[in-house]
């Protein structure tokens, strides 16, 4: 007997996540493949950060509840403290959820349903929890596919279904109603994933409460924050009670506290910030769309996606070359031939159009 006799089966399977090296990269690569801002944080708001890393007691461990930072999610997002649950990221919200839900019915291990293709971690971190993965095609245009949904819904008895909404990797939004009706069929948790919805549509925030079962993730990293590390659930107070006890101790910590304060304390600097980034996308995506042979889909997030008339990997290791480093999500089915590519600045989406260009020749 050793350790490998002990591991959970479902842990077999995984990958670890390797993102691109940038360690060995040149200094001066175009990085449009992890959806992050490309604008840094104005002076002002460093010379705040820094105010407030003065202030902190690192012999202390942080506020273990969150409060201060829950109160100011609360006020941008118009709910109660009492309702926001924070977190190390929108992943460690995720697998807060699994962990409190993802027990099973009896003795059969838990069903998480998610619309396919849609953000690796929810398979991820269904599998590294022992849950049963129920992926269901999106319809040929990237939309939910609302009567295969609900009855996979009625035969499965999914736990947990979690809606990005604008979905990565595809970057459309998703009907709210089509979403209400899916959680009003569902004697569970319909999880809302809105990391993406600060840059385009319909939020579901003022359902929640009013719809049995709705509980939707925020996140602040893809408005410039991505180095935080916070995520953020809004849920109603009585079932956040019950998902807290889940939660690790300290699991934000107080660097991230009193530096997502700052940042909220000026709601209209970060709403500029949106704002700034959205325009880019704009940009991006009519650049992109007047380069012959290129498939571009409508987004409503921080990115792209595109369609190659030829092989993707070729045309991303072309980009590569020419310093520009996107996502290559070509693989067989829907994400065949695709490449994701987030927002960048005027010049650094200018650069991306001329290699795109070349590469494509």
Not at 22 to 46: G, I, K, Q, T
Not at 169 to 180: I, L, Q, Y
Not at 188 to 197: I, K, M, N, R, S
Not at 211 to 226: H, N, Q, T, W, Y
């Amino acid at each position: 007997m050793s350790w490998k006799d002990h591991l959970r089966e479902s842990v077999w399977g995984l990958s670890v996540y390797r993102p691109f090296d940038y360690a060995s990269a040149p200094a001066d690569l175009v990085r449009l493949d992890a959806n992050e801002s490309p604008y840094p944080f104005e002076r002002e708001d460093l010379e705040a950060f820094q105010d407030e890393i003065a202030k902190l007691t690192f012999q202390r461990y942080p506020e273990v509840s969150g409060r201060p930072l829950r109160e100011a999610l609360a006020r941008r997002w118009n709910v109660e403290p009492d309702e926001v649950l924070v977190g190390n990221g929108s992943d460690e919200i995720i697998a807060i959820l699994m962990t409190a839900f993802g027990g099973g019915r009896d003795g059969a291990p838990a069903a998480v349903l998610y619309p396919t293709p849609t953000f690796g971690e929810f398979e991820a971190i269904a599998l590294a929890h022992g849950a049963r993965p129920l992926p269901v095609p999106l319809d040929g245009s990237f939309q939910l596919d609302e009567l295969r949904l609900a009855e996979t819904i009625r035969r499965e008895r999914p736990v947990l279904a979690f809606f990005a909404s604008p979905n990565n990797p595809t970057g459309n939004r998703f009907d709210v109603g089509t979403m209400e009706r899916l959680a009003r069929q569902m004697d569970a948790v319909l999880v809302a994933d809105e990391a993406y919805a600060d840059f385009g549509g319909a939020t579901m925030v003022p359902l929640v409460g009013k719809v049995p079962g709705l509980v939707v993730m925020r996140s602040l990293s893809k408005i410039g924050l991505a180095g935080m590390r916070l995520g953020a659930l809004v849920a109603p107070s009585e079932l956040l009670a019950e998902v807290d006890k889940v939660r690790l101790p300290y699991n934000v910590s107080a660097v991230t506290m009193a530096l997502a304060c700052a940042a909220l304390a000026h709601p209209e600097r970060l709403d500029a910030r949106i704002r700034r980034v959205a325009d880019r996308r704009r940009d991006l995506e009519t650049g992109l769309r007047q380069i012959p042979g290129l498939t571009v889909f409508p987004s409503d997030a921080n990115f792209v996606l595109v369609r190659t008339p030829g092989d993707a990997k070729r045309v991303f290791d072309r980009l590569l070359e020419r310093g520009v480093l996107v996502r290559n999500l070509s693989r067989p089915g829907p994400l065949e031939r695709c490449l994701r590519i987030t927002a960048g600045t005027p010049e650094e989406n200018e650069t991306c159009l001329r290699a795109l260009r070349a590469a494509l020749q």
